[in-house]
T-cell receptor, first 110, second 117 residues
Framework: GQSLEQPSEVTAVEGAIVQMNCTYQ??????LSWYQQHDGGAPTFLSY????GLEETGRFSSFLSRSDSYGYLLLQELQMKDSASYFCAVTPSGTYKYIFGTGTRLKVLA | EPEVTQTPSHQVTQMGQEVILRCVPI?????FYWYRQILGQKVEFLVSFYNNEISEKSEIFDDQFSVERPDGSNFTLKIRSTKLEDSAMYFC???????????????FGEGSRLTVL
């Protein structure tokens, strides 16, 4: 089976940098994705790591280390609109389904 | 911009009743999904659908649930004999085509909130 654990909540101030971690136990997967979900909204795609290392998209960066069973999402220059829940997700090998982590609720303070 | 649409946005039903949640995936997408999210919890995989048949399903997706693609555009989730614990947000999603492995982005609809009384 697969399990992805994330801290339940993180708080940071506007303009700061925040890192949200994802640790997983899975027998094999294609890559690690990240999704953002505002309250009452649908999850929206942020980034995908197929290989180990860092992927950067504007203020967002995502990192994967398969040897450490670990990944993270890094948000820079935090804005109030970044307050949301963030979910990591994996696609287990041989499947097309996405298994989501427990999610981290980010609160950005003024 | 193409989007996944879901109806109804909110449905209230009595325990034991049947509900049908409807979705129109993005037209050129080939993989379709239903996910469930109980308030404040994680997004849980229910079922994936490809080439007019179920591709994978979770342990949650038991005989109470069924999916159908009755025509070329709609994708439905039927929940029979609803229970209190079925109250949740149900999201439909479709996956962009021409991608392999886990690389495809999932496009989610805005969800259908089901309340079972």
């Amino acid at each position: 089976g697969q399990s992805l654990e994330q801290p339940s909540e993180v708080t940071a101030v506007e303009g700061a940098i925040v890192q949200m971690n994802c640790t997983y136990q899975t027998s094999g997967f294609y890559g690690l994705s990240w999704y953002q979900q505002h309250d009452g909204g649908a999850p929206t795609f942020l980034s995908y790591n197929a290989l180990d290392g860092l992927e950067e998209t504007g203020r967002f960066s995502s990192f994967l280390s398969r040897s450490d069973s670990y990944g993270y999402l890094l948000l820079q220059e935090l804005q109030m609109k970044d307050s949301a829940s963030y979910f990591c997700a994996v696609t287990p090998s041989g499947t097309y389904k996405y298994i989501f982590g427990t999610g981290t609720r980010l609160k950005v303070l003024a | 911009e193409p989007e996944v649409t879901q109806t109804p946005s909110h449905q209230v039903t009595q325990m034991g009743q049947e509900v049908i949640l409807r979705c129109v995936p993005i037209s050129n997408h080939l993989y379709f999904y239903w996910y469930r999210q109980i308030l404040g919890q994680k997004v849980e995989f229910l079922v994936s659908f490809y080439n007019n048949e179920i591709s994978e399903k979770s342990e949650i997706f038991d005989d109470q649930f069924s999916v159908e693609r009755p025509d070329g555009s709609n994708f439905t989730l039927k929940i029979r004999s609803t229970k209190l614990e079925d109250s949740a947000m149900y999201f439909c999603a479709s996956r962009e085509p021409h991608t392999s492995g886990g690389a495809g982005e999932l496009f989610f609809g805005e969800g259908s909130r089901l309340t079972v009384l």
